[in-house]
């Protein structure tokens, strides 16, 4: 079975500020990666996945994540924040039929 | 609507009901994830269909949950004999089914319920 773990639980940032939030794994097959966001009073979104190929992803709004297999990790990137940004971000592993585990969730703040 | 939607927003209840959630989800999507989020976590997956079938129930923590999707859209979670540590938000999802593990996964709103 799979499992995730999210080391940031709150993070406070001014705006301009750099981000970057951790997600480790554990998955002994070929790894899914996933991180979604709640945005305040809206539903989960998908923000990026990784599947295969190039192990930097892109997603909307400016993130980025980077796979890498040897850390196992999957640590989401935004080099300059907004306020628009504040929100919680979930990261999740899957893999083949296996069902998304999630982790338990960032919370990021980001003052004006 | 284009999106995932559920029914109700909130539930409150008391310890020993049973309740029903509802889930409507995208049109086309062949696949519906069940999930649980308790404060401060992640969503937790209950379960997960294909179609009309339950492909995946590992994840219901006992036999007072069960969930159906009889004609392959919509789908009702039911929960017996509630009890207090059930309060969480339920969260709903479906996909286009090409894979359970790597498909994208688009959220309802979810339910909040409370037992008392």
């Known amino acids: 079975a799979q499992s995730v773990s999210q080391h940031n639980h709150h993070v406070i940032l001014s705006e301009a500020a750099s981000l970057e939030l951790g997600c480790n794994y554990s998955y002994g097959g070929t790894v899914n990666l996933f991180w979604y966001v709640q945005y305040p009073g809206q539903h989960l979104q998908l923000l990026l996945k990784?599947?295969?190929?190039?192990?930097l992803v892109k997603g909307i709004k400016g993130f980025e994540a980077e796979f890498i297999k040897s850390k196992f990790s999957f640590n989401l990137r935004k080099p300059s924040v907004q306020w628009s940004d504040t929100a919680e971000y979930f990261c999740a592993v899957g893999g083949g039929s296996y069902i998304p585990t999630f982790g338990r969730g960032t919370s990021l703040i980001v003052h004006p | 609507g284009a999106g995932v939607s559920q029914t109700p927003s909130n539930k409150v209840t008391e310890k020993g009901k049973y309740v029903e959630l509802r889930c409507d989800p995208i049109?086309?999507?062949?696949?519906l994830y069940w999930y649980r989020q308790s404060l401060g976590q992640g969503p937790e997956f209950l379960i997960y269909f294909q179609g009309t079938g339950a492909a995946d129930d590992s994840g219901l923590p006992n036999d007072r949950f069960f969930a159906v999707r009889p004609e392959g859209s919509v789908s009702t979670l039911k929960i017996q004999r509630t009890e207090r540590g059930d309060s969480a938000v339920y969260l709903c999802?479906?996909?286009?089914?090409?894979?359970?593990?790597?498909?994208?996964?688009?959220f309802g709103p979810g339910t909040r319920l409370t037992v008392l």
């Open positions: 999802a479906s996909s286009f089914g090409t894979s359970g593990g790597t498909d994208t996964q688009y």
């Open positions: 049109s086309g999507h062949t696949a």
């Open positions: 990784y599947f295969s190929g190039d192990p």
